[in-house]
């Protein structure tokens, strides 16, 4: 009795063991929640990442903060706070230069997937990008959909009608409001709800999912689409002590996955886009587009910083104008 309650006791032991250990056990961390299209991006990512490879590696993710930071994310990443991770360089408070500073270059364009194409193609000629970042090794990129105007009381149908608004934004931004005499005014997105509602700005630069994700829909009457285009960034991420210790046929998976991670991404934040404009319908925002030739003009207003920036990266021995011209060219610009 005493043998059969052993072998009992061994066969449900060994039943809850898992079939087979992975040869690779990764961890992989993120700012944002599984919820979320970037983390729903990598979570599908992390079952086709182990799918490919036969169940060699095994990747267990940190979602939500919980190991890892948006601003210090290629830093942390860098120093081993996990092997893999979500990484934003253009939110980094210095360095990376070029990461952070490259994708303010692609205003104007009103096409995400425009954009991902040409930044891509920019890393494959610019060693610098990859330079940058140090002991990490760029798995995919992001590509910013465009952001437009949500407005409390009226439509801005015409440059004129920015004239005396006071509008939340980002830094960027300010510029070419003030070239129309729109007041740019920096305060973080938390803080923009209220401060619509209590009508201390009359409006928001922001995406149309913000309609549902930050309820704007609740206190803007108003969506007016003149663009506010957002670059790419290396969003993805390996340390290089992590990477070096995969085989080639691994690495080589990662590495064909890089194009897919990255329009999946874009796939899935596309869905967020278009659920937040049908919840601003439902909520009664009035949706209005603007003319080619307002879009065009508006946008020759970014000009003077990104060439000032330009300048500066030239000035650090890194080729700012150089990639600002083929930026620019991509989007049938004369410089």
């Given at each position: 009795?005493?043998?059969?309650?052993?072998?009992?006791?061994m066969t449900a032991a060994l039943a809850a063991?898992?079939?087979?250990?992975?040869?690779?056990?990764?961890?992989?961390?993120?700012?944002?929640?599984?919820?979320?299209?970037?983390?729903?991006?990598?979570?599908?990512?992390?079952?086709?990442?182990?799918?490919?490879?036969?169940?060699?590696?095994?990747?267990?993710?940190?979602?939500?903060?919980?190991?890892?930071?948006?601003?210090?994310?290629?830093?942390?990443?860098?120093?081993?706070?996990?092997?893999?991770?979500?990484?934003?360089?253009?939110?980094?408070?210095?360095?990376?230069?070029?990461?952070?500073?490259?994708?303010?270059?692609?205003?104007?364009?009103?096409?995400?997937?425009?954009?991902?194409?040409?930044?891509?193609?920019?890393?494959?000629?610019?060693?610098?990008?990859?330079?940058?970042?140090?002991?990490?090794?760029?798995?995919?990129?992001?590509?910013?959909?465009?952001?437009?105007?949500?407005?409390?009381?009226?439509?801005?149908?015409?440059?004129?009608?920015?004239?005396?608004?006071?509008?939340?934004?980002?830094?960027?931004?300010?510029?070419?409001?003030?070239?129309?005499?729109?007041?740019?005014?920096?305060?973080?997105?938390?803080?923009?709800?209220?401060?619509?509602?209590?009508?201390?700005?009359?409006?928001?630069?922001?995406?149309?999912?913000?309609?549902?994700?930050?309820?704007?829909?609740?206190?803007?009457?108003?969506?007016?689409?003149?663009?506010?285009?957002?670059?790419?960034?290396?969003?993805?991420?390996?340390?290089?002590?992590?990477?070096?210790?995969?085989?080639?046929?691994?690495?080589?998976?990662?590495?064909?996955?890089?194009?897919?991670?990255?329009?999946?991404?874009?796939?899935?934040?596309?869905?967020?886009?278009?659920?937040?404009?049908?919840?601003?319908?439902?909520?009664?925002?009035?949706?209005?587009?603007?003319?080619?030739e307002m879009k065009t003009e508006y946008s020759?207003?970014?000009?003077?910083?990104?060439?000032?920036?330009?300048?500066?990266?030239?000035?650090?021995?890194?080729?700012?104008?150089e990639v600002l011209k083929a930026i620019r060219?991509?989007?049938?610009?004369?410089?």
């Amino acid at each position: 009795m005493k043998l059969v309650s052993t072998l009992t006791a061994m066969t449900a032991a060994l039943a809850a063991l898992p079939a087979f250990a992975a040869d690779f056990t990764l961890t992989y961390a993120s700012p944002y929640t599984e919820a979320h299209p970037y983390g729903a991006a990598d979570a599908e990512w992390i079952a086709r990442i182990e799918e490919q490879t036969g169940g060699r590696v095994e990747i267990t993710p940190y979602w939500g903060r919980s190991l890892i930071t948006s601003r210090e994310g290629v830093d942390e990443l860098a120093a081993g706070v996990a092997d893999m991770a979500y990484i934003a360089p253009i939110y980094a408070r210095s360095g990376y230069d070029m990461n952070r500073l490259v994708p303010g270059m692609f205003y104007g364009y009103t096409e995400p997937k425009d954009v991902l194409d040409v930044y891509m193609k920019l890393w494959d000629e610019y060693p610098v990008f990859a330079e940058e970042l140090g002991d990490v090794k760029v798995l995919g990129y992001n590509v910013g959909t465009p952001m437009h105007l949500l407005l409390r009381e009226k439509p801005v149908e015409s440059l004129e009608d920015l004239k005396g608004l006071r509008i939340r934004s980002a830094v960027d931004f300010i510029g070419p409001l003030a070239a129309y005499g729109a007041e740019g005014v920096t305060m973080p997105m938390t803080e923009t709800y209220p401060a619509l509602e209590k009508g201390v700005v009359d409006g928001v630069i922001a995406p149309y999912e913000a309609l549902k994700s930050l309820s704007f829909a609740e206190v803007v009457g108003f969506y007016s689409e003149l663009p506010h285009s957002r670059g790419a960034y290396p969003s993805r991420g390996i340390n290089t002590a992590a990477w070096d210790k995969l085989p080639e046929d691994i690495q080589q998976v990662l590495m064909d996955n890089v194009e897919w991670l990255s329009l999946r991404t874009l796939e899935l934040a596309q869905e967020a886009e278009d659920a937040g404009r049908a919840y601003g319908e439902e909520k009664g925002v009035v949706f209005n587009d603007v003319s080619d030739e307002m879009k065009t003009e508006y946008s020759t207003k970014f000009a003077p910083a990104m060439e000032e920036v330009a300048g500066k990266l030239d000035a650090e021995g890194k080729p700012g104008t150089e990639v600002l011209k083929a930026i620019r060219a991509a989007h049938g610009d004369a410089m």
